[in-house]
């Protein structure tokens, strides 16, 4: 009979990912990071009841993912008096400069949602095409397709030359 690992080894190998998950769509910092402890303490209580054998990284990244718009859906614009007299410049994600790429979020925004997804999925939380269909349906070689034409849109958007690939 099969059984899951301890806890404790899954945090270890699957800590990485879930906190890729919970930076993306967050940003780094406390939001994360306190999205990151909630998604394994949410795990911590199901995991005894979580069939042997399954996949506990598409688990616990669809418990992040949950975690993650928990927090977006709980914040709340903060008032202010007066708005600062110059516009704070946004390049990429925010004025804190995590993400400075200019153009990257219009271009990721002329994708669809589907070639988003998989390129998520795949480059920034390292999923095999293989077990995306987990996640978002069809097939690993639509999947791929899809990821690639996405790319093939992104490097012609943000005219990204043979020599910085």
């Known amino acids: 009979m099969k059984t899951n690992p301890p806890f404790e080894l899954v945090v270890r190998e699957h800590g990485p990912a879930v906190l890729r998950m919970c930076t993306a769509l967050l940003r780094p910092g406390p939001d994360a990071q306190d999205a990151w402890s909630e998604t394994f303490l949410a795990a911590l209580r199901a995991y005894p009841g ?3 054998g399954a996949n506990v990284q598409a688990w616990l990244i669809t418990i992040a993912r949950r975690k993650a718009i928990d927090s ?3 914040r709340h614009p903060v008032p202010v008096d007066s708005l600062p007299e110059t516009a704070v410049p946004i390049d990429g994600f925010g ?3 995590w993400f400075d790429h200019a153009g990257l979020l219009d271009a990721l925004g002329s994708l669809t949602e589907l070639q988003r997804r998989v390129i998520g999925y795949h480059y920034l939380l390292g ?3 293989a077990e995306i269909p987990e996640f ?12 690639a ?3 093939k849109s992104l490097r012609k958007l943000l005219d990204v030359s ?3 690939r």
């Open 50 to 52: 979580l069939e042997p």
């Open 127 to 129: 999923f095999p095409y």
């Open 72 to 74: 977006l859906r709980s």
């Open 162 to 164: 043979e020599e910085e």
């Open 136 to 147: 978002l349906g069809g097939s690993a070689a639509s999947l791929r397709r899809a990821a």
């Open 149 to 151: 034409d996405g790319i």
């Open 95 to 97: 004025p804190d400069g």
